[in-house]
Every structure is written in structure tokens, then in C-alpha cells.
């Protein structure tokens, strides 16, 4: 019978053996990318020499995205997992507020973690909100591989201190960049909203709470001036609340399909995967070039938080692709990460970066481990 079946259907067999091929070279090089990274992390601190706070927190994020798919890299991922949460407070704030404590969902109690012990999320927390929301997805990713509900926990806890901060400027809602500015920009307001809807999907106790966060959030972005006539989002408001008319990065259209993605999931709305696709193409549109590898506007001189960006997009898109696929996002994400390999790395296998190379600029935690949310990604395809 396998006989047979090598003769009437050779084309079949290759196109299979091909596809295992890529696969394969997808993981291997993932796990030579995560082997790079590490070189950077720092045991002491809990975070990536090179890398800022929040740019750690997109760092342990990744390794939790590729433990997900490559079960050979999940004592790396424990480890960090393990030592960031007991080391890393300390670098951002030595001296926390007042504890935040969450209430134990059903989830928790039934996997009989440490869920009547409250996490003091409050040491997690500095002067940008953003920075926090980014803290909470990791935890939720470390939480998702691993099923360690203090990780949960803290993640809700983190949450519950941003809900503090929902502002009454600008339509009488959303968040500003930090406690002492006036400023309201899209990437925290966009992780406010992917974090609610988060947790509404692993917290089945307090999904309804956290699904009215999430809808609340989206409906009054929706109802300002963040999304431009052209379908992408600008980074912030001015002072009138009207759109800013600021760079278009390509984070501010990535998170926001990953909180749709799980709003839609938790609580089903045609209208959320439209919009996230819409956003998408327009993105895609503005920041892919003729060979479909994705950039961003500074390049190739970016600041550390720029240096962050493009995985941060190509890591939501490959959420969306997951429930509403694309040729356009198979492109990007493929070609993305082809060029990276290819054309981005350096002797020791760093990634810069201008993924469309040649490697010119520093290459760093920061550079590096946006690059391999791509690799990651191109696992899945």
C-alpha cells in the first residue's frame, strides 16, 4: 500500500516532505535564535543586558510563544520564568506601592496553585502604565505554557492597578501614557484592551468582568481619533483629543489585533475580526515593502523602544492568522522571517534591525528578540 501510494501520488509525497523540511528549518532556527538571546540574560537582574524594562517583558514573551510550539525549549523557558519573577522586581521598583490583591478564580482553585496567597503585582509596577500592560501579557504567556497560576495571578493583579488609572479626558474614558501626563496614546490603551480580553478567556470566573473592560475599551478607541482615514493608527491624541497625526508604528497596529482576537473569542462579534483585518491589510499596505518584509519608519537608526516594534506586529498578526487566515499575512510573516535568517544576522547569530538587511546597527537584546518573534512565527504557518 505505501507503494502504491509513492506511485499514484509522488507530487503529494514531495510537497509533504517539503513542508516538514520548512517546518524543521523554522524551529532549528528559532532554537539557535533563543540560544543567542540568552547570552544576554542577565541571572541577577532577571532581564536582558541590553534590553530596557518593557522590552524584557517582550523578551520572556517570546520564549513563552516558542515554548508553546517546541517543547525541547521549556527548561530555558521555566528557568527565566522562575528567576525574572523572583529577581526582576528589583530593577524597576525597589520601593512598591501598596499591594493589589485579586480574587481567586475557579481556575485557580481547581489546579490548586498559591491561589489564596495574593501576588504583590504592585512591585511589577513603574511610571508608565504601557510598561505594566506589557508585564501582565508576558505573565499571561508564561502562564499559558506552563499553568503556574501565581503567573495568572500577578497578571490580574497588574490589571486591576490599570483600572485605577481609566481616565475621564477624551470622551470621558482610556488610559494616559503614565500617572503624571496628560498624554493618551494608542499602545497603552490597545494593551489595556488585550489584557482584559486576556483574561477573560483564563479566568472563567471573572470573564464577564473582564470581557466589560475589554468591550468598554475598544468601544471608546473606536469612538476617538486613533485610527486615521487610511485604516492605520496613529500613536497618540493631542490635547483637543484629535488624532496626532504621528508616525504610524508598526506595534500600534499589532497589539490591537491581538486583543481582538481574544475579545472575539471570549465574546464572539463579527465586527471585532473586520476590524482587525482591516487594520491589518492598512499596515500591511504602509509597512511591508515590494518583498514583504515588514519595517518601521526609523529604521535604520531607531531608538531602543523602536527597536522593539515589528515583532511586536508580526506576533498579533500571527494570532489573527490563526482564526482568520490570509495569503497577505503567510506572505509577511514568511518572507519576514526568511530575510531575517538570511539577510540580518550576524556572525553570532544576532539579528539587527532592518530585517531586509544587511546588518549595519547595533545589534542587542532588544533587536534580536523582535526578530525572533518572527522566526517564531513563521513556525505556524
Given at each position: 500500500m505505501l507503494f502504491s501510494v509513492r506511485l499514484l501520488a509522488p507530487a503529494l509525497t514531495a510537497s509533504l516532505l517539503s513542508d516538514l523540511t520548512v517546518a524543521d528549518d523554522a524551529q532549528s532556527r528559532a532554537e539557535t535564535a533563543l540560544n543567542a538571546l540568552q547570552e544576554w540574560y542577565n541571572s541577577t537582574s532577571g532581564?536582558?543586558?541590553t534590553a530596557g524594562w518593557w522590552n524584557g517583558a517582550n523578551c520572556m514573551t517570546v520564549i513563552a510563544d516558542l515554548a508553546a510550539l517546541d517543547s525541547s525549549v521549556m527548561e530555558t523557558a521555566e528557568y527565566v520564568f522562575n528567576n525574572t519573577f523572583n529577581v526582576a522586581p528589583a530593577v524597576s521598583n525597589p520601593n512598591p506601592g501598596p499591594e493589589i490583591k485579586t480574587t481567586p478564580s475557579s481556575k485557580r482553585d481547581f489546579l490548586g496553585s498559591r491561589a489564596n496567597n495574593a501576588v504583590n503585582s504592585s512591585v511589577w509596577l513603574d511610571s508608565a502604565y504601557d510598561d505594566d500592560a506589557w508585564w501582565a501579557l508576558a505573565w499571561i504567556a508564561a502562564y499559558d505554557v506552563t499553568e503556574e497560576n501565581t503567573y495568572l495571578e500577578?497578571?490580574?493583579?497588574?490589571?486591576?492597578s490599570l483600572t485605577k488609572a481609566w481616565g475621564t479626558r477624551c470622551g470621558g474614558g482610556g488610559l494616559p501614557w503614565n500617572p503624571t501626563s496628560s498624554y493618551v496614546n494608542a499602545i497603552t490603551n490597545e494593551l489595556f484592551l488585550s489584557t482584559a480580553a486576556h483574561l477573560a478567556n483564563r479566568v472563567p470566573s471573572q470573564k464577564d468582568y473582564y470581557v466589560d473592560w475589554a468591550q468598554k475599551e475598544w468601544n471608546w478607541f473606536l469612538s476617538q481619533g486613533f485610527i486615521g482615514s487610511n485604516n492605520t493608527i496613529n500613536d497618540g491624541l493631542l490635547d483637543d483629543c484629535q488624532n496626532n497625526g504621528a508616525t504610524v508604528w508598526s506595534y500600534n497596529q499589532g497589539v490591537v489585533l491581538g486583543g481582538l482576537v481574544e475579545l472575539n473569542k471570549a465574546a464572539p462579534n463579527?465586527?471585532?475580526l473586520e476590524s482587525a483585518n482591516t487594520i491589518a491589510k492598512a499596515a500591511i499596505a504602509t509597512l511591508a515593502d515590494s518583498n514583504g518584509v515588514l519595517h518601521d519608519f526609523c529604521e535604520p537608526n531607531c531608538e531602543p523602544d523602536g527597536t522593539q516594534f515589528k515583532g511586536i506586529f508580526i506576533r498579533n498578526l500571527q494570532m489573527l492568522q490563526q482564526v482568520s487566515p490570509s495569503d497577505t499575512y503567510t506572505r509577511v510573516i514568511s518572507n519576514s522571517a526568511n530575510s531575517i535568517w538570511e539577510n540580518d544576522r550576524n556572525s553570532q547569530n544576532g539579528f539587527g534591525v532592518v530585517?531586509?538587511?544587511?546588518v549595519e546597527n547595533t545589534v542587542d537584546a532588544s533587536t534580536h528578540s523582535s526578530a525572533i518573534d518572527?522566526?517564531?512565527?513563521?513556525?505556524?504557518?
Amino acid at each position: 500500500m505505501l507503494f502504491s501510494v509513492r506511485l499514484l501520488a509522488p507530487a503529494l509525497t514531495a510537497s509533504l516532505l517539503s513542508d516538514l523540511t520548512v517546518a524543521d528549518d523554522a524551529q532549528s532556527r528559532a532554537e539557535t535564535a533563543l540560544n543567542a538571546l540568552q547570552e544576554w540574560y542577565n541571572s541577577t537582574s532577571g532581564i536582558w543586558d541590553t534590553a530596557g524594562w518593557w522590552n524584557g517583558a517582550n523578551c520572556m514573551t517570546v520564549i513563552a510563544d516558542l515554548a508553546a510550539l517546541d517543547s525541547s525549549v521549556m527548561e530555558t523557558a521555566e528557568y527565566v520564568f522562575n528567576n525574572t519573577f523572583n529577581v526582576a522586581p528589583a530593577v524597576s521598583n525597589p520601593n512598591p506601592g501598596p499591594e493589589i490583591k485579586t480574587t481567586p478564580s475557579s481556575k485557580r482553585d481547581f489546579l490548586g496553585s498559591r491561589a489564596n496567597n495574593a501576588v504583590n503585582s504592585s512591585v511589577w509596577l513603574d511610571s508608565a502604565y504601557d510598561d505594566d500592560a506589557w508585564w501582565a501579557l508576558a505573565w499571561i504567556a508564561a502562564y499559558d505554557v506552563t499553568e503556574e497560576n501565581t503567573y495568572l495571578e500577578l497578571a490580574e493583579g497588574i490589571f486591576e492597578s490599570l483600572t485605577k488609572a481609566w481616565g475621564t479626558r477624551c470622551g470621558g474614558g482610556g488610559l494616559p501614557w503614565n500617572p503624571t501626563s496628560s498624554y493618551v496614546n494608542a499602545i497603552t490603551n490597545e494593551l489595556f484592551l488585550s489584557t482584559a480580553a486576556h483574561l477573560a478567556n483564563r479566568v472563567p470566573s471573572q470573564k464577564d468582568y473582564y470581557v466589560d473592560w475589554a468591550q468598554k475599551e475598544w468601544n471608546w478607541f473606536l469612538s476617538q481619533g486613533f485610527i486615521g482615514s487610511n485604516n492605520t493608527i496613529n500613536d497618540g491624541l493631542l490635547d483637543d483629543c484629535q488624532n496626532n497625526g504621528a508616525t504610524v508604528w508598526s506595534y500600534n497596529q499589532g497589539v490591537v489585533l491581538g486583543g481582538l482576537v481574544e475579545l472575539n473569542k471570549a465574546a464572539p462579534n463579527d465586527t471585532y475580526l473586520e476590524s482587525a483585518n482591516t487594520i491589518a491589510k492598512a499596515a500591511i499596505a504602509t509597512l511591508a515593502d515590494s518583498n514583504g518584509v515588514l519595517h518601521d519608519f526609523c529604521e535604520p537608526n531607531c531608538e531602543p523602544d523602536g527597536t522593539q516594534f515589528k515583532g511586536i506586529f508580526i506576533r498579533n498578526l500571527q494570532m489573527l492568522q490563526q482564526v482568520s487566515p490570509s495569503d497577505t499575512y503567510t506572505r509577511v510573516i514568511s518572507n519576514s522571517a526568511n530575510s531575517i535568517w538570511e539577510n540580518d544576522r550576524n556572525s553570532q547569530n544576532g539579528f539587527g534591525v532592518v530585517w531586509s538587511g544587511p546588518v549595519e546597527n547595533t545589534v542587542d537584546a532588544s533587536t534580536h528578540s523582535s526578530a525572533i518573534d518572527a522566526l517564531v512565527a513563521a513556525m505556524s504557518i
